[in-house]
């Protein structure tokens, strides 16, 4: 599975950006569909994901309320929807995808074996 994310860019503190990440075959009957983040100086850290098997979607406490990850089983997309942005959600966005990811490991980077290229978002204050 190849993984393409997009959308990032540069957004003021209290703006909205999209994300897409398109993936080369269809997923939502096998993986789970998830985001996670890198900004300078830090590792990387888990956003939200999207499980194959209903729909259930988990987000890390940082971006709840905020952000919406929805998911477009014909196209093939999983999308990120970043509301009330802040300055500290400046990062590169990457999309992953994984199988057989027992509930326990959702949030580890190390579970997932597809990734994208990384996205850039930065947000101004």
């Known amino acids: 599975v190849q993984l393409q994310a997009s959308g990032g860019g540069l957004a003021q503190a209290g703006g909205s950006l999209r994300l897409s990440c398109a993936a080369s075959?269809?997923?939502?009957?096998?993986?789970?569909m998830a985001w996670f983040r890198q900004a300078p100086g830090k590792e990387r850290e888990f956003v939200v994901v999207?499980?194959?098997?209903?729909?259930?979607?988990y987000y890390a406490d940082s971006v709840k309320d905020r952000f919406i990850i929805s998911r477009d089983a014909a196209k093939n997309t999983v999308n990120l929807q970043m509301n009330s942005l802040k300055p500290e959600d400046t990062a590169v966005y990457y999309c992953?995808?994984?199988?057989?990811?027992?509930?326990?490991?959702?949030?580890?980077?190390?579970?997932?074996?597809?990734w994208g290229q990384g996205t850039l978002v930065t947000v101004s204050s």
């Open positions: 075959e269809r997923t939502s009957s096998r993986f789970d």
């Open positions: 992953a995808a994984g199988s057989s990811i027992i509930f326990s490991n959702l949030r580890s980077a190390d579970a997932y074996h597809y």
């Open positions: 999207f499980r194959w098997s209903g729909g259930y979607t």
